[in-house]
């Protein structure tokens, strides 16, 4: 982020955190003008709520456009509030449009960009409130105090949109003495006090013309942080009005304002302590090294069982360090996918289609920086579906289907990994479009024919949309590759369901935290690989003779099921060697599939510090790789990436 100038310097330390703050803001009011839509008035406090706060953070650090369409963002919440304005899918869409403009603004301020005054939605959002209605008391007659409030917002609204002259300046004035006459035969004497002060400012103001430019920025936002502060007064003084006239009484000041349990830090603090404490682990496991050798010296038996429960000590430590640490980093899924209700929505009023957006496992919690990659994949497949996974409604009533589609996001925990699942009712992929499709591009040998399960791994392919069209939406051909890349690039993998006519399901795993990874550490041609934990099933010895060949493949029986056993040497592409007379099998699973692997050694369990791995290694069966404590470097294997298996 570029550093812009301030006033005062000491506000640019404040962006940062006011970005993240309003970003969340602004996710809250899409959420609830969601729910607005559909009628719910009650969630109007809660957005004009957000927009007050972003207003006032805005204000401080001098992004007036964002201030100005927050305002205007306000006083039509503040309207609906007190149905001077009818809600309807107009004033709805608009919000929804504002809104979006204010995340552009922030991106842009992130970016180190200059952010302009959006004077159009200004005016489109001034437009609305100029069609408002006067509400009327049981009696027929304006609610009392309301002459001061409608006056206070047409003054409002005009410095939106004119400029002020000698002449509209004085006019200002004498609006205010009334306003100010007015205020004070009903009683908002605070209000009426502030006004006079403002009224006297004004004449100085005319005093000085020639020095001061009554038609500059600077100058007019004065008057509308004035205008503000006279309008909170007068607002103050009507609610508690109604509070006495309905006998309520006003609650008194807090004494002490209630701490927050919660502490904002920034993502560079908490990578920084990630990192050192994986340095931690790696100094761990280099003392775990050098003790195992120590044990083989001729060293006191004193000194080196002082050396172990020293060892002890610092591996509880370590540990505790680290689930305090992880637990910092997770955030429940809920963030991610509150970002799509609008998504839904906008594509289904785009498309003519009734689609519903159904969640659950909210809850769940994943590493933050594993959702925030996550983010770009599971926006393409939620368009998918909603583009072309869901039927227009006149073809799913002939299908038998009800109007409405649906599609699905779920998440759930899995061992280490948190499983993250798209679907929808939908069309289904079609098998032989697909075949078709990848024949045309010359993904298929001639003669060949491919699986099904082949065939759903074609639409992976760099570039491969079955679509007919183009659309602003989805079929670009750009997606399915870029969202296998990325969720491989974390250490996991995609999986894809399909019923023809009947829906699609599309899985993520992912894994639930990066950084650290439990193995089980396995020999292989005199070297060392890992196998992650979470997949391990069961460790086996085996006789040769409990293994048997089947269509000259070698299988045993595990637990009375006929299972295949692959040497871990073959799917790596390394030299395979002939059956000791005992075997060494990890059997592993991933909930789909049950492989059995024949390895030299077992070398026991471990946690690992993970590290990414280089270009040329992605992509394969390897998923990551880390250091032990004698320096050597391993490879993290996911045996299910292998190609050849049955």
């Known amino acids: 982020m570029e550093k812009r100038e301030f006033s ?53 650090l001098e992004l007036t456009p964002i201030v100005r369409l927050s305002h205007a963002m306000e006083e039509v919440v503040e309207q609906l509030r007190k149905e001077e304005i009818s809600l309807s899918p107009e004033v709805v869409e608009e919000l929804f449009e504002a809104t979006e403009k204010l995340k552009k603004m922030v991106e842009d301020i992130e970016e180190g960009k200059d952010i302009r005054e959006d004077k159009d939605t200004e005016k489109q959002l001034l437009a609305l409130m100029e069609r408002k209605t006067l509400v009327l008391s049981p009696s027929g007659t304006p609610e009392e105090g309301d002459g001061v409030t409608q006056e206070l917002l047409a003054i409002e609204q005009e410095l939106l949109v004119f400029l002020l002259d000698r002449e509209k300046l004085d ?16 009683g908002g004497s605070e209000a009426a006090d502030y006004t006079l002060a403002f009224v006297r400012y004004l004449e100085l103001v005319q005093e000085k013309e020639g020095e001061i430019d009554f038609g500059s920025e600077e100058f007019l936002e004065g008057l509308r942080t004035s205008i503000e502060k006279i309008k909170g007064l007068w607002q103050a003084f009507l609610h508690k ?66 050396l172990q429960e020293n060892y002890r000590s610092l591996s509880r430590i370590c540990e ?49 920086k594993v959702l925030d990659a996550l983010s770009g994949p599971v926006l393409h497949l939620v368009r998918n579906a909603c583009d072309h996974g869901i039927e227009p409604p006149e073809e799913r009533l002939a299908a038998g289907k009800s109007e409405e589609g649906i599609v699905s996001l779920k998440a759930w925990q899995r061992g280490s990994f948190v499983y993250l699942e798209v679907s929808d009712d939908g069309r289904g992929l079609d098998f032989e479009k697909i075949l078709s499709k990848a024949r045309a591009l010359g993904l298929v040998p001639e003669g060949a024919s491919p699986s099904e399960e082949e065939i759903l791994n074609f639409i992976f392919s760099p570039g491969f949309s079955t679509a007919d069209s183009v659309s602003e939406i989805s079929g670009r ?26 829906g699609t399901w599309i899985t993520l795993k992912v894994p639930t935290r990066l950084g650290v990874q439990t193995v089980l550490l396995v020999g292989v041609n005199g070297e060392r690989y890992a196998l992650p934990l979470e997949q391990v099933v069961s460790i086996l010895k085996l006789s040769r003779n409990d293994v048997f060949l089947a269509g000259g493949f070698p299988v045993f029986s595990f637990r009375g099921k006929i299972t295949p056993l692959y040497p871990l040497a ?20 991933d909930g789909r599939r049950t492989l059995a692997l024949s390895v030299d050694q077992i070398l026991g369990c471990r946690s690992i510090v993970t590290k990414p791995l280089p270009a040329a290694l992605q992509g394969g069966m390897f998923i990551s790789s880390t250091i032990l404590g004698d320096g050597r470097v391993v490879l993290v294997v996911d045996p299910f990436r292998a190609g050849g298996l049955r």
């Open 320 to 368: 505790e360090l680290q689930k305090g640490l992880f637990s910092l980093q997770l955030v429940p899924v809920r963030f991610l996918f509150q970002r799509f209700p609008k998504v839904v929505r906008d594509i289904a009023l785009q498309k003519k289609k009734k689609i519903r957006l159904v969640t659950a496992g909210e809850n769940v919690e994943v590493d933050k």
């Open 477 to 502: 051909g750009i997606g399915m590759d870029v969202v296998q890349t990325t969720v491989r690039e974390l250490g996991g993998d995609v999986e894809v369901k399909t019923a023809l006519r009947k």
């Open 570 to 589: 073959h799917l790596l592409g390394e030299r395979e060697s002939s059956l000791p007379e005992e075997v060494s099998v990890v059997v592993v699973a």
């Open 8 to 60: 005062n310097p000491n506000l640019g330390s404040y962006v940062g955190a006011f970005c993240e703050e309003t970003r969340e803001f602004l996710e809250e009011v899409t959420q609830r003008l969601l729910e607005l839509e559909q009628g719910k008035k009650s969630v109007l406090e809660v957005i004009f709520r957000c927009l007050h706060t972003i207003k006032g953070g805005a204000g401080v």
């Open 171 to 186: 006019a200002l004035r004498r609006r205010f003495c009334l306003l100010q006459e007015k205020m004070h035969e009903q």
């Open 241 to 306: 009005k109604d509070d006495k006239a309905k006998g309520r009484e006003t609650p008194p000041e807090p004494g002490e304002e209630k701490k927050s349990q919660y502490l904002r830090i920034e993502e560079r603090k908490i990578d920084t302590l990630t990192n050192l404490v994986g340095e931690l682990m790696t100094a761990r496991g280099n003392y775990e090294y050098l003790l195992e050798k120590l044990m083989d010296s001729s060293v006191p038996s004193g000194l080196t069982k002082a």
